[in-house]
C-alpha cells in the first residue's frame, strides 16, 4: 500500500465520526501514549524489564502499526502529504548522512 492510500484510508474510517480528527495537542498526546506501549513492548523483548508472570504477550508489529495511525491521522488533519514530506526526508538523509557511517561492501564481484 502507498502511503497516500495509507491516508486516504484513514481518512475514510475517521470521517464517518462525526468528532473527526482530534485536535493537534490531543493528537500529540495520543502520539505520545502510543510510543510508550511501543516502547513498553520492546523493553520487554530486548530490554532489562521482563514481562511478570502471567502477563500476555504483546505484538510489537501492532504497537508499531498503532504508532503509524496516529502519525497518518496527525498528518491528514493539518492537510500534510505525508508521501511528499517522506521523500524530502529522504533527500535530506542521504545528503546529510552519506558518508556518516560504512558502507557495506558491494556483493558484486565484477
Not at 32 to 57: C, D, F, I, S, W
Not at 75 to 90: K, Q, T
Amino acid at each position: 500500500m502507498e502511503i497516500r492510500e495509507l491516508q486516504q484510508e484513514v481518512d475514510r474510517w475517521i470521517s464517518q465520526f462525526e468528532e473527526g480528527y482530534w485536535h493537534p495537542l490531543a493528537m500529540l498526546a495520543r502520539l505520545t501514549e502510543e510510543v510508550g506501549e511501543l516502547a513498553r513492548e520492546v523493553n520487554h523483548l530486548y530490554g532489562q524489564k521482563p514481562k511478570k508472570p502471567g502477563e500476555p504477550p504483546g505484538d510489537l508489529a501492532l504497537e508499531l502499526a498503532d504508532v503509524l495511525f496516529i502519525i497518518v491521522c496527525y498528518a491528514n488533519s493539518l492537510g500534510i502529504d505525508l508521501e511528499e514530506a517522506f521523500c524530502r526526508m529522504m533527500q535530506k538523509y542521504r545528503q546529510r548522512d552519506s558518508d556518516r557511517w560504512t558502507k557495506k561492501k558491494s556483493d558484486n564481484k565484477e
